[in-house]
């Protein structure tokens, strides 16, 4: 056996470990993402809140994760990422707490919020692993393979947490307070996961955090998110929605030039120019739209009635939790495929392929939507695809980054995410009630005003549609080799030598 072989044997018996822990967290990531869909109706009974208002739940706590990721991702280079993991495990776990026991509703919303915290776990997990992996030979690979288990866990998680929460519920009946504080039990235990089942960061970057510049993103962040939700809630014929959204663009301004002038900056823009980094961190936002903003419209169309207002399926809650399961395991399948695909073409024809099957997923509902079998597919389709760009598109950012800016790059994939997902519920909000509103007053079928006719869902399939394929056409832009490991591109004469620092990327 070569040195070479041992050592990455070696590596991959430690990694094995690591890796069963943060799936662990992953899976508790699943739970808090999957538990509380069935029984949003339940808490805003509870909290004497109209149905309405729970739109500013997925609001707060996206405005958070947007301020939040960049900043706990870059404090992860700088301090070591299984400290900031654990940091962001009892912020959770605290606010999942406050979620759980929460008297009204603006204690509830504030929780609600902190509990956002949690989109940081899997940009740190990824730059934890890669940072452990990438001395080794294969180490993008086994990085590659590491983020479809991460994935599939976290998939699984919110399958377990959405039936568990629809049992409990009734388990439990008359005491919510009891079925809330399953998932704070579990992001609970997930401290002791992180902190005696996850070894620190081998390298760090060090350095301090830029002060200056996180108040900037904040301020242009802030801005951007909040005209995003009130663009959704207001209409766009609100004039000062626009100003808001305008303020917010204008803000990154002097937030680019201050970085730009930064030895350790929070955000490197310099980093970002990178060709096998742009399109990455540009396809998550893309990706965004239909990951984070097409599902609730793909519930809703669900459930109309064909026979009232001449199409949707026409099906009860419980039907439209196969549509559900189908595409969650549909999009676990799709991180697992993904390292083994990854090992017979290149990750950059990989990352590409999944971006088309979105993109085609999404394209099949223009022609395909009148039963449920046509639907099952078409979701299916684009959750495999979706699948294999959760588990990528941060394995790709780190292997493409400095590797003082692992962690850096990883929290920005989701960072870009969540800025796609706001902007995908704002518009496709204005897409359905403005064509809901067209059907009424244009003497539509009574009753009209409680759902959108099919051009508004059309706009949504089209718009996630038309943002898979360009996706997929940017990482076509991206050097051949990249992502890949060393030794592929030192066989490669037309790859380049990349920077001192960094990791191999093409």
Sequence with gaps: MTPAADVGRRSLRSLGPVVLFLALVEITSGILQGYYTPILTDIARNLGINDGDVNWFEAAQLMLSALAVPVLAKLGDIYGHKRILLVSTILTAAASWGVALAPDFWTF????????????????????????ASAAPGGAALTRKAAGVLVGALQFGVIAGALAAGALVEVFAGRLELTLMVPAVAATLCIAAVQFGVPETPERAGGLLDGRGFLLLAFGLLL???GLSFLRINGPGTWWVWGILLAGIAA?????????????????????RDPAMWPVQLTAGLFGISVLGAQAPMSTFARTDPQVHGYGLGLDAGDVSIIIGSYVLSVLIGALLFPLVSRYVTPRLTLFGAAA??????????????????????????????GALVAALPSAAAAAAPRNRTGMATGLTNTTKTIGGSFASAVFGIALASAAVDALTGGGVQGAQTAAPLSGYLVVWGVCS??????????LLVPRLAF???????????????????????
């Design 252 to 272: 990154f301004v002097p937030f680019v030039r201050w970085e730009l002038g930064r030895t350790d900056p929070l955000v490197d823009f310099r980093m970002l």
């Design 357 to 386: 099957l979105v993109g085609f997923g999404y394209l099949l509902f223009l022609p395909f939507h009148d039963t449920l079998a046509q639907t099952l597919t078409n979701m299916i389709v684009a959750g495999l695809g979706t």
């Design 484 to 506: 890949a490991d060393p030794s592929l591109t030192a066989a490669d004469p037309a790859i380049s030598v990349p920077p001192e620092g960094r990791s191999a990327n093409g």
């Design 224 to 226: 951007i998110t909040s």
């Design 466 to 475: 038309v943002t898979g394929f360009i996706a997929a056409g940017l990482l």
């Design 109 to 132: 919303l504030a929780a609600w919020s902190l509990q956002g915290f949690y989109v940081v776990w899997l940009p740190l997990e990824i730059a934890l692993i890669f940072s452990r």
